[in-house]
């Protein structure tokens, strides 16, 4: 996924941290409110975690392209 749906991610679980802390009416609304706002921080790392990967996956792909070219015999 492309980096913004994380932001957009985490930005939505702030929004609704913040409104279940205001506008909660149960007894443990701050808890509910803190717990959805630690996911916000989940997110964000989730997707720093793909985006590394994606980074590892184009740089394996390129080391392997550039093995073949070192191995492959040449044509002359």
């Known amino acids: 996924m492309k980096p913004i749906v994380y932001f957009i991610g985490a930005g939505l679980s702030i929004l609704l941290s913040i409104y279940l802390f205001i506008f909660g009416t149960s007894a ?25 990967l994606g980074i590892l996956d184009e740089m394996c792909c390129a080391h392997r392209r550039i093995e073949d070219r070192q191995t492959r015999p040449h044509d002359h």
């Open 28 to 52: 443990n609304h701050e808890s509910m409110a803190i717990f959805v706002g630690l996911w916000a921080p989940t997110i964000i790392g989730l997707g720093v975690f793909n985006t590394l």
